[in-house]
């Protein structure tokens, strides 16, 4: 039921649907903040105390250990929260904030440094439901929205007709906030940290496998104006736990 609007962050998930997922549970509130080695513990355990009870019904609450990132973005820790509409209004109602509420932000808010904060949503995603990916590499980044459009389009298509499960993907907006001006966020995730390793490797196989999808891909791009599109962010994320 209650919110994290104290901590202060980007994009979302764990287990990701194969192919496009229909479902309205696409939006999400990302929180980047900071704690300290001698107080990982106790934050990990206030966390789950509050939110193994308090969690409003329908959404999922993620905490995340940052792995990798530029000297920009030297975070310790991100909490996402994902739902739909409808449960994430009720999530961040006023009528949310109990007493309960009020002592699990106080004691959290003296461990923690705030870092960002940012609200959007998922436009697709794909994956394996029957596996957990929980090293996932975020990136960030800003394209025009009729560009953004094509972008999407180009991946739904391909990303459906040429699937893949060792990783899962996902994509989506950002509406407000973050680290920076990025209006667009890719999740890719791993079931391993070997995974995240070989995925280079893993896609140049998957290229020479399927000379249909690099033409069409090629095809799809040149339609696509890449010019003014600028790349933001990228970091490594863990998932630690999830309510």
């Not at 909490?79 to 739909?84: E, L, N, R, Y």
């Not at 590499?137 to 060792?166: A, C, G, Q």
């Amino acid at each position: 039921m209650k919110k994290i609007l104290f901590l202060t962050t980007l994009c979302c998930f764990s287990l990701l649907t194969y192919a496009q997922n229909q479902s309205t549970d696409n939006r999400w509130a990302a929180y980047g903040f900071s704690v300290a080695v001698e107080d990982e513990a106790e934050f990990v355990q206030l966390m789950d105390d509050y939110f193994s009870k308090n969690k409003t019904p329908a959404t999922n609450v993620m905490l995340f250990d940052i792995m990798h990132a530029p000297d920009d973005f030297q975070h310790t820790h991100e909490v996402v929260i994902t739902g739909s509409i409808d449960t994430m209004s009720d999530n961040f109602s006023p009528s949310s904030f109990d007493e309960a509420w009020g002592k699990f932000r106080l004691k959290v808010s003296k461990l923690i440094t705030p870092g960002f904060q940012a609200v959007g949503s998922r436009a697709m995603e794909f994956g394996d439901d029957s596996k957990e990916y929980p090293y996932q590499s975020v990136h960030t980044f800003s394209i025009d929205s009729e560009n953004r459009r094509k972008w999407n389009r180009m991946v739904r298509k391909l990303r459906t007709k040429y699937p893949r499960t060792k990783s899962a993907f996902a994509t989506g907006n950002i509406r407000m906030g973050g680290h920076d001006n990025s209006n667009t966020w890719i999740l890719r995730s791993f079931q391993s940290y070997k995974d995240f390793l070989t995925d280079w490797n893993d896609r140049q196989a998957f290229r020479k496998n399927n000379p249909e999808f690099v033409e069409e891909q090629s095809k799809m791009n040149e339609d696509i104006d890449y010019s003014e599109a600028e790349s933001k962010l990228r970091f490594m994320r863990l998932l630690l736990k999830q309510w």
